[in-house]
Nanobody
C-alpha cells in the first residue's frame, strides 16, 4: 500500500516561493509515476506537474511552466514541488498522487490511485 504525506504549504505574497514535499512510503524502488495536483477553491483538481519513475523527466501544465519544478529524491523517497513567482491564482490545496499503471505523464486526476491529504497554499496580492 502506497502512502503519501504532503507538507510545506503556507501563506505567501505575490511573487514569493515555496517548496512542497511529499513523503512516499510503499514504493521502495521508485517505480510509480507521480504527479502534483492543484485544487483552487470551488474548482476541480487539476494536474500541474508529472514526473517519471525515478524522477529523470518531468512535464508541466501551461499555467505553471517556467515557474514550478518537480523533483524526486530517491534516497529520501520524497517528491518535491518548487514553486516560484507565485500568483494569487496558485492559491488552493496541493496534492501529490501516484498511479499504478504506466506510462507516466498524465495530468488527469482519474489516472491516479494514491493521494495525499493535501497541503494549503495561499498567495496574497
Amino acid at each position: 500500500q502506497v502512502h503519501l504525506v504532503e507538507s510545506g504549504g503556507a501563506s505567501v505574497q505575490y511573487g514569493g516561493s515555496l517548496r512542497l514535499s511529499c513523503v512516499i512510503s510503499g514504493d521502495p524502488y521508485n517505480q510509480l509515476p507521480m504527479a502534483w495536483f492543484h485544487q483552487a477553491p470551488g474548482k476541480d483538481r487539476e494536474g500541474v506537474a508529472a514526473i517519471s519513475p525515478g524522477g529523470a523527466i518531468s512535464l508541466y501544465a501551461d499555467p505553471v511552466k517556467g515557474r514550478f519544478s518537480a523533483s524526486l529524491d530517491t534516497e529520501k523517497n520524497t517528491l518535491y514541488l518548487q514553486m516560484n513567482s507565485l500568483k494569487p491564482e496558485d492559491t488552493g490545496l496541493y496534492y501529490c498522487a501516484a498511479r499504478i499503471a504506466r506510462p507516466w505523464g498524465s495530468l488527469s486526476r482519474y489516472d491516479y490511485t494514491y493521494w495525499g491529504q493535501g497541503t494549503q497554499v495561499t498567495v496574497s496580492s
